[in-house]
């Protein structure tokens, strides 16, 4: 799921798993013996029904062609496609865990800035301010004198 929390439980969204293997290979424009090969391998693996079928969403469908396009494109092979989609993925979650600590961060600052106004607020105003006066000072040495001898 995306993080959002759905109120109707036939909501489709983008991880909903509603595709059979015949019409992912046709959306994806790839042959379904290249979509098992891709599970096989780990590089998109979709969902399974109790009977062990796959289903595909709509984003394993734009990863299939992501896929596609490094490895015909670009002429990556499918371990360098592999190691690019988990750096991808550890990427977006480190970037959700980094907002997810910016929030905190400031929601924990506007608490700090309102119990400082409050503080502020529960000052006595019938006190008056203590200020410190400078007087000039000097820098006396004392040495004792050297003690007499009884003579």
């Known amino acids: 799921m995306d993080g959002r929390r759905r109120t109707n439980p036939y909501e489709l969204t983008d991880e909903s798993p509603v595709y059979v293997i015949s019409v992912a290979a ?16 780990g590089l998109v693996s979709p969902d399974r029904t109790a009977g062990r079928g796959r289903r595909y969403s709509a ?6 062609r992501t896929v596609q396009a490094l ?11 592999k190691r690019i989609i988990e750096l991808e993925n550890q990427v977006a979650a480190l970037q959700a865990r980094v907002a997810e600590l910016a929030s905190a961060v400031d929601g924990a600052a506007a608490a700090m ?9 529960s000052y006595r105003r019938d006190l ?19 003690k007499r001898s009884p003579e």
């Open 26 to 41: 046709q959306l994806s424009g790839l042959h379904p013996q290249t979509l098992r090969q891709y599970d096989r391998l």
């Open 59 to 64: 984003r394993d469908i734009e990863l299939l």
């Open 71 to 81: 490895s015909q494109d670009e002429g990556i092979n499918l371990a360098g496609i």
């Open 113 to 121: 800035q309102q119990r400082e106004a409050q503080v502020h607020a």
């Open 128 to 146: 008056v301010p203590y200020q410190d006066v400078q007087q000039a000072s000097a820098l006396v040495v004392w040495r004792p004198k050297p």
